[in-house]
Nanobody
Framework: QVQLVESGGGLAQPGGSLRLSCAAS????????MNWFRQAPGKQRELVAT???????IYADSVKGRFAISRDNAKNTVYLQMNSLAPEDTAVYYC????????WGQGTQVTVSS
């Protein structure tokens, strides 16, 4: 059974940083494309970042240069380092992968506010 468990969300001030974690079980993150999505209130869920099984990273234009996706193969965990946070980054962040089925974590709330 595949499980994706996000953690690390919370309240940050504008310009601050947070690191999200996605602990995976039932799949191996190093051989799957892993994604971070986010959904703000009243908006559609959007793809934020991807790390491919080959280690290539892809970012939405809105987060390029501020966010970094990475993985720790030994811990089977994917991370999203978020720097220079802005109020518009406020959203629920979800970990996702497709492995014959679309798997989602439960989400972690990120709120950026002074």
């Amino acid at each position: 059974q595949v499980q994706l468990v996000e953690s690390g969300g919370g309240l940050a001030q504008p310009g601050g940083s947070l690191r999200l974690s996605c602990a995976a079980s039932g799949i191996i993150v190093s051989i799957n494309n892993m994604n971070w999505f986010r959904q703000a209130p009243g908006k559609q869920r959007e793809l934020v970042a991807t790390i491919t099984r080959l280690g290539r990273t892809i970012y939405a234009d809105s987060v390029k240069g501020r966010f970094a996706i990475s993985r720790d193969n030994a811990k089977n965990t994917v991370y999203l380092q978020m720097n220079s946070l802005a109020p518009e980054d406020t959203a629920v962040y979800y970990c996702n992968t497709y492995a014959a089925y679309d798997y989602w974590g439960q989400g972690t709330q990120v709120t950026v506010s002074s």
